[in-house]
């Protein structure tokens, strides 16, 4: 269902017998700024995900909070490129030790013919 700059969707799972809710706000205070909530059932405080994201043509910044227990993982993710080069980087921290649990990066570049990428992880 699409209300105005809103979207939400209910989905059903046969394999897992599971339900998934959706919630996208779109352009929520500026544009290219969208936020997304999931909540799944059975299960869903360890299902749930917030989801924050800021888009444009040349970057794409991203926050995300997997679960609702008392503490959930954080994911922050930063993408920067143009038609032809990028670097991005994403980290994956727990919130109970303050600590990343891993930490990707990466280096790509592509023309009309090949693209190529270094990833580090």
């Known amino acids: 269902?699409?209300?105005?700059?809103?979207?939400?969707?209910i989905m059903y799972t046969t394999s897992n017998n599971q339900i998934t809710a959706v919630t996208l706000l779109i352009d929520l205070a500026v544009?290219?700024?969208t936020a997304t909530v999931q909540a799944s059932a059975p299960g869903g405080r360890k299902d749930a995900k917030l989801?924050?994201?800021y888009a444009n043509e040349i970057a794409n910044i991203s926050a995300k909070v997997c679960?609702?227990?008392s503490h959930p993982?954080?994911?922050?993710?930063?993408?920067?490129g143009s038609s032809c080069m990028s670097i991005?980087?994403?980290?994956?921290l727990d919130s109970h030790t303050k600590c990343a649990i891993s930490t990707k990066?990466?280096?790509?570049?592509?023309?009309?013919?090949?693209?190529?990428?270094?990833l580090y992880g």
């Open 1 to 9: 269902m699409v209300d105005g700059c809103s979207k939400h969707g």
């Open 31 to 33: 544009q290219g700024l």
């Open 51 to 53: 989801t924050l994201q």
């Open 67 to 69: 679960g609702t227990q």
């Open 73 to 80: 993982e954080v994911e922050l993710s930063l993408g920067v």
């Open 88 to 92: 991005c980087g994403i980290t994956l």
């Open 105 to 118: 990066a990466g280096i790509g570049y592509q023309n009309e013919n090949w693209s190529t990428a270094v």
